[in-house]
């Protein structure tokens, strides 16, 4: 028998810099009364000059392996879903596998814009259900605030930086991540990107000047898609469990607009104390809002052992997708912190490779191979 995926361990990393709806309007014309009235959104955390993509995720993923006490060592795989990754190339996911030293875990990024989290928990456990993995850990991180035009008053009150992460282990016992539905269609793909930076449109001065390496987006079209797609995704995913709606304990939707929320619950006939929303303290943290809204759950105690949970999200691409989920809750006994050891060595282990790299090409350097 194939075994099941179980969430075993989660976390969140937001910056401490907080931009309210008031700080905006002294920037723009705007107003709280408006973002709130339009979005839900009061306020979202900007990350600081030394914060990236990279150290949010690394934030969250050692506070998911903390409470699933798992060493960094023993994870097999990591994802790390994003739509502003620290570089086009290394993946992010490679640079936070070094940060935590795990070294026996393949690495890489993945990209499904706010749908990508549901996406890489979908990876995660299919990797693990094929039974060629174990631990694997699922990050959704990003620092948006990075590729937002400040002057576009559309999108700029919407997008917040954070990161959340779940580990999840391999079990026999039935649980975990039961189905999943994952969605793309590519011909909606101008109504939400981000042109410039990629191969269609390379840096130059021409790009830059014309703004293309900032978030662009239809957001009317993006706002009729969404509702649609996320009652569509909700109820597939729930019949793919064999489950009715009236068995889910708790929704937790992509937190990009509490007006879409509000018209997808209603589609689906749940009352909105059966959802999180926490769209109002971080706004749209694209793929890192599914993982941080369900950490702010489990700990408000909205969801438990047991539990059965729905993650549902939709982005850029266009994507959507969703995943049903038995919550496994937390082993009995106490969160267990990374030694600070583990941490110690993870970059020891790290410099020392750099090193052994450049001793290397200094004596491979010699006798070049393929000369
Ligand atoms: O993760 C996926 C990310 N994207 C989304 O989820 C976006 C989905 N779409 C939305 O959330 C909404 O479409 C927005 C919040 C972006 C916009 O709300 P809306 O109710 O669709 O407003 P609108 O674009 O229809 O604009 C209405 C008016 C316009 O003025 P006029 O043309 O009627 O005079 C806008 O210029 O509101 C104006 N407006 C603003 N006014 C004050 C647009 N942005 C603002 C603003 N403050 N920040």
């Known amino acids: 028998m194939s075994p099941y995926a179980h969430i075993i361990g989660w976390g969140m990393a937001v910056p401490e810099q907080v ?20 979005t839900g959104i009061r306020e979202r955390r900007i990350a600081e000059s030394d914060q990236t993509t990279a150290s949010l995720a690394y934030g969250a993923a050692c506070e998911a392996l903390e409470m699933a006490r798992l060493k960094p060592t023993e994870l097999d795989l990591i994802i790390v879903s994003t739509s ?23 690495a890489f990024d993945l990209l499904a814009a706010c749908t ?9 456990t299919q990797a693990i259900r094929s039974g060629s993995i174990k631990n694997a850990l ?6 948006l605030s990075r590729l937002v035009d400040w002057s576009d008053r559309s999108t700029s009150i919407l997008f917040g930086d954070g990161a959340g992460a779940f580990v999840l282990q391999a079990s026999e016992e039935r649980g975990g991540v039961i189905s999943s539905v994952m969605r793309s269609d590519g011909s909606g793909g101008d109504l939400l990107c981000l042109p410039g930076g990629g191969s269609h449109a390379p840096a130059s001065l021409e790009t830059v000047a014309a703004g293309k390496h900032y978030i662009q987006m239809n957001g009317r079209e993006v706002f009729r898609f969404a509702t649609r797609v996320m009652t569509q995704a ?12 009236d068995d889910i304990q708790l929704v937790i939707p992509h937190q990009a607009n509490l007006r879409i929320i509000e018209a997808a619950l209603r589609g689906l006939s749940i009352p909105m104390d059966r959802c999180m929303v926490n769209i109002d303290r971080y706004g749209n943290t694209s793929t890192a809002s599914i993982p941080i809204a369900t950490y702010e759950a489990v700990k408000q105690g909205r969801l438990k052992a047991g539990d059965k949970v729905v993650f549902v999200g939709f982005g850029a691409g266009l994507t959507w997708g969703a995943a049903v ?3 496994s809750g937390l082993e009995p006994g106490a969160r267990k912190p990374l030694p600070v050891g583990l941490r110690f060595y993870a970059r020891l282990r790290s410099f020392i490779r750099r090193i052994m790299r450049r001793i290397d090409a200094l004596i491979w350097g010699r006798h070049n191979p393929y000369t």
């Open 116 to 124: 990508g989290f549901i996406f890489a928990l979908n990876m995660g």
């Open 19 to 38: 931009l309210t709806n008031d700080d905006l309007a002294k920037r723009m014309e705007t107003s709280d009364e408006w973002i709130q009235s339009r």
């Open 84 to 106: 502003s990754p620290e570089f086009i190339f290394p993946a992010t996911a490679c640079l936070v596998q070094d940060r935590l030293g795990a070294r026996k875990a393949g």
């Open 325 to 327: 989920a038995i919550w």
């Open 138 to 143: 699922i990050i959704g991180a990003e620092t």
């Open 234 to 245: 909700t109820q597939e995913a729930i019949g793919a469990a064999d489950l009715k709606m």
